[in-house]
């Protein structure tokens, strides 16, 4: 485990940590100033693809998609490869899919500066493993669409993709008091999709879904408002959804991810931290960001020290702290999550975004995943300057 004086060494190269037990770790190669939003796919063949998003800034146009390869059996991270470079748009929120083809599919959003609410859905596939990919096409042109979690493959065939919108009021900057979820269904392997809402989702965002034994779908949320982790759960092959609960587990407003092991236990990575007690706050996530057009410019400075609030007087709680990673384990299928590990620890500073200065200290977007070997692989944003990569197993977590 790390703390805040630690210096990063971004050379991709795997180092056992020294706690006695098998845990693994290494920052991904990146040029960039800003490193962010992580996820993971193990290939068949054992090689462990990452992508994530690098520039200087989140929201500002010289934000892309990058992705490392660390090959199986091998001690080093691959230098990044970029593969996006819109020029007028923040390219966000990478994820990776497989596909039953055996193709792979590279999905991210694209967002004019600053504004969350203009993302669209892009996409490019690959035939050989991530090593060249084709054209960048449009899945999704419905401005605010987002993404954050993978495509999950049903036992009925269809393809599930979980999306959440970002919508802003007239007159309003975005800030995520309105943002709610939904599931895109294909039934064509990717050809046309389908939408399901998510009941009263408000502020639950960044869905993430997996498949039970009892095949049940099981999805937990990001909470806009920093208090908890949310749950919701379908039968029907994910076209209704109950409406999400809170769960006993924190949420401080940032991303999570689970993943269901192969034993059947979930494993889940998160902060373990929510909003109660935190003295400070941002107005938004790009509070740093000025706005391009001096109209919209004029229009929100009259409102955006007084956002508008949800029906129940809410508002997202930006700011709180982005420390520690935890990873938990269930064996109840997420209704219990008895063991916790905390695999990074600080003070999670999370009140800017500004990398350049190296004034961020929080850990956070977590991605995690589990080869056929057992090994639990997961990778976080460090300081918001580096991805980190760590291997551990259950047991290490049950320790």
Request: glycine share 6%; proline share 5%; hydrophobic share 30%.
């Amino acid at each position: 485990m790390s703390n805040q004086s630690t210096t990063i060494v971004a050379d991709g190269k795997l180092k056992m940590c020294p706690d006695g037990l098998e845990h693994v770790e290494a920052y991904i190669p990146s040029d960039c100033i800003q490193n962010h939003a992580s996820n993971l796919l193990v290939l068949d063949n054992g090689d462990l693809l990452c992508t994530w998003f690098g520039g200087t800034q989140e929201g500002i146009a010289d934000i892309h998609i990058y992705l490392s390869r660390l090959k199986k059996g091998q001690k080093e991270w691959s230098k990044a490869v970029k593969l996006s470079d819109d020029t007028a748009r923040s390219e966000q929120n990478p994820i990776l899919f497989r596909a039953p083809d055996n193709k792979l599919w590279l999905l991210y959003t694209a967002q004019k500066s600053g504004n969350q609410d203009t993302a669209i859905v892009r996409y490019r596939i690959s035939e050989d493993e991530g090593y060249s990919w084709g054209p960048i096409e449009t899945l999704f042109d419905q401005p605010g669409t987002f993404i954050r979690q993978p495509i999950v493959v049903l036992d009925n065939g269809d393809w599930l993709l979980p999306v959440f919108y970002c919508i802003t009021p007239p007159g309003q900057k975005w800030t995520g008091n309105k943002d709610i979820s939904a599931v895109k269904i294909s039934k064509d392997q990717g050809e046309s999709w389908e939408e399901y809402e998510v009941p009263n989702s408000l502020g639950c965002v960044h869905m993430n879904i997996e498949k039970l034994d009892d095949g049940t779908l099981l999805a937990l949320f990001r909470s806009r408002w920093a208090d908890h982790i949310y749950s919701s759960r379908s039968t029907d092959y994910g076209e209704t959804w109950s409406e999400p609960i809170p769960t006993q587990l924190p949420n401080n407003n940032s991303s999570i991810q689970f993943t269901k092991l192969n034993n059947g236990d979930l494993a889940l990575v998160f902060n373990n931290m929510n909003a109660d007690n935190c003295t400070e706050r941002r107005l938004s996530l790009y509070d740093e960001i000025e706005d391009e057009d001096e109209e919209d410019t004029d229009i929100l400075s009259a409102n955006q020290d007084t956002p508008e609030k949800d029906d129940e007087g809410r508002q997202a709680f930006w700011g709180a702290p982005r420390a520690p990673m935890t990873v938990a384990i269930s064996e109840d299928g997420g209704r219990t999550w008895p063991y916790k590990k905390d695999i990074e620890i600080g003070d999670g500073y999370a009140m800017t975004n500004n990398s350049k200065e190296k004034l961020n200290r929080e850990y956070s977007y977590p991605s995690i995943k589990q080869s056929a070997d057992g090994k639990i692989h997961i990778a976080f944003t460090y300081f918001r300057q580096a991805i980190k990569y760590v291997c551990v197993s259950e047991e290490f977590i049950k320790s």
